[in-house]
């Protein structure tokens, strides 16, 4: 395995029954030290990967290593903090406690506790029953459990779950916080605009499999132009023939350009001076949940 | 693994089902081994007929073995319900898979959690044996009876064969609380097979001769041998009560062989289940 990479899978599938492929034949890589964006609708297969990733369940077929080792392994598990899906944590034990019983089982240190209390804000409640908890603390309890061992690798399923708007934006400054330095961070969620602001790349399952991986930059594609123009036809022949520009196509009821959004003074004008009517002029990029939808609904076999 | 066994017995003296079950258990066992035999003593005094307990089973001489006489069915059960809720309650609350992301193997993680168990149940035994002490001396006081405590040795050993009773049920209780992954099936189920299974197959084995070689393997059969090795009387078990046993009886050997082959058939069966089954 190569060295820079945290996590890597090779046709990872999990099968329950005949029928149901919850994963299926799951290839990706994360690299040390970016925050990699799990992007998937609910059911997508997300859980269940991470599921495979820290060793709670079983692959059908395929691998998998997570720094360096098999999943499972105490080992390898000792260098991750994993939060998957709902918090789960002893009903009758205050926050602290619960997380005193994982430090003794993971081996952190008990000063730890107080230390990761204060990082997700939970110092104040510490002392309250589980029981008792909102869902924002919980899943604020359920991070900073994650954290306890100073992981190397921090794997974050729908961490923002439950919480409100302001809970969300601190959670996610947060996250990006952790994500700088050595750490890597695997956050699965299927909030767009969480994955967009926080993550350095973006892998998009879909159906179980992995339909698109990248940057944000790179799956969003390049900046083009739109325009509103009159007539339409007359306006696409004459950019058709224009230097620079590599496609012209009808989106939305204008046209939609593709070239360096530098040359839209000189189109401006060629438009103009041809007698074309030049209402709006703007440069575009797809955004995120345009990509996604695309993706998706390609893996539905629509596009 | 130290500091993971001492978390798991911080967590079970939190939980108050532990406190519940230990104090209905000391209760109950008080009630029915010294309470109600003495009112019943008494209220039989002037006639002492049949089935009337005599007072030496009630004063101090004899209360190691009285007490024991509880822990095949009785604090079994309790025992069973114990070893569930350790386990099982863990799928329940989804802790299970918050557990072992932290680190342990899952081996690791049962090794401690049986060995929290295993120590949890040494109070469930002593504290059934002090009060009931206690209670005898109370009786032998009341009715100035002689007050003679048993050997040392005898209790010592009676009070291992509880803890191995209870041990042996609580095994029951947690590979059915792993196999079930939860705890209200494995409790039915568990005290399903403590009454019917085992009790109705106990009482039909005087009148079915093919049964009785399956007897001599129940939990029952052989708690009841091993109890009866430490002055427990046999006419304790007999009866018309849930827990009643009637023979046959092995040697207290074989019933110490068979419990300990029990614990260990249960605990394998749990690990083989926790290891490879997936945890969702």
Redesign the interface.
Known sequence: MDDSLVIETKDLRKRYGERIVAVDRLTMQVRRGEVYGFLGPNGAGKTTTLRMLLGLIRPTSGSARVLGAPPCRPEGLARIGALIETPAFYPFLSGRDNLRVLAGHSGAPESRIADVLEEVELADRAGDKFGSYSLGMKQRLGVAAALLKDPELLILDEPTNGMDAAGMAEMRTFIRSLGRGRRTVLLSSHLMAEVEQICDRVGVIHGGALVGEGTVDELRGRETLWLRVEPLSGAQRLLADFNGIEDVATVDGGLRVATDPSAAAAINRALVEAGIEVSELRPQRASLEHVFLELTAAGNGEA | MR??V??EL??LR???STWILLGIWTTLATFFSYVLPYVDYRNGEASAGPGVVPLEDLVPHSFAGHLSEGFPFFGGVFALMLGVLALGSEYG???L?????????RL??LG?KLLALGAALVPFVLTVFAVGAVSSYAIARGEGAEIDWPSAWLVLRALAAGWLILAAWAALGVVLGVLSRGTSLAIGVGILYALVVEGLISAFADQVSLLQPLVQFFLRANAYSLVAGVGATTSGATGNGPGAFEGPYVAPEQALLVLVAYIAGFLVLTGFALRRR???
């Open positions: 500091r993971s001492a978390v911080f967590l939190k939980r108050a609350w989804g802790t898979r918050t557990l072992l992301v932290q680190r342990p193997g690791r993680m401690a997936d945890v969702t």
